[in-house]
């Protein structure tokens, strides 16, 4: 499964929540340089987006012809240099979403999924277009980044009736190697 879904999250929306996230890491709310992508603000569970996972659930069923379980989201603002290692996620991520709030409108940098037959497909998403995909079953990654600034979310779902779903809400219990907070 990869499907483009085009002005999913209407422009305005996405305006509003991009500057809510600008404001977050001019406070330093976001971590930087965490996780995968050095050159990134990122934060998990974040308001704004957590938000988003809730809104879009029933739209996103509707996509995949699945009742699905929200687990977690997170989001990145990537800076100039930002690379995403090519890599598959963990269970929780079963169905994810790829929504991007504010692209560099100079610089087009696509996510790009690997198919079942190997060949690298890239997906250029402009503000509010959202990329679904099997993100522990297809590789996926983006190359060095050259713009100024991208903010992207990703919204992570399971099937209710999949394999995954003790992994709705993403407890840290429910983790390997993680102990409850």
Known sequence: MRRCWRGLLPAAVCAKAAAD????KARNMLRHGYGAVKAAAVDYKNLVT???????????????GHRLLPTYSCLRIYEPGAVL?????????????SLALQPDPQVPWPLYVETLTGEAVPAHLAAG?????????????????TGTE??????????????YAHLKGDRPEARPGQSAA
């Open 85 to 97: 290692p090519r890599h598959t996620d963990r269970p929780a991520c079963e169905i994810s979403l």
């Open 50 to 64: 957590e938000d988003l996972l809730l809104r879009l659930l029933p739209q996103i069923e509707l996509l995949t």
């Open 21 to 24: 996230l600008k404001k977050m």
């Open 129 to 145: 277009d959202g990329l679904i995909y099997k993100g522990i079953e297809r590789p996926h990654w983006r190359e060095a980044f």
């Open 150 to 163: 991208m903010i992207q979310t990703f919204l992570h779902y399971v099937r209710a009736d999949g394999p």
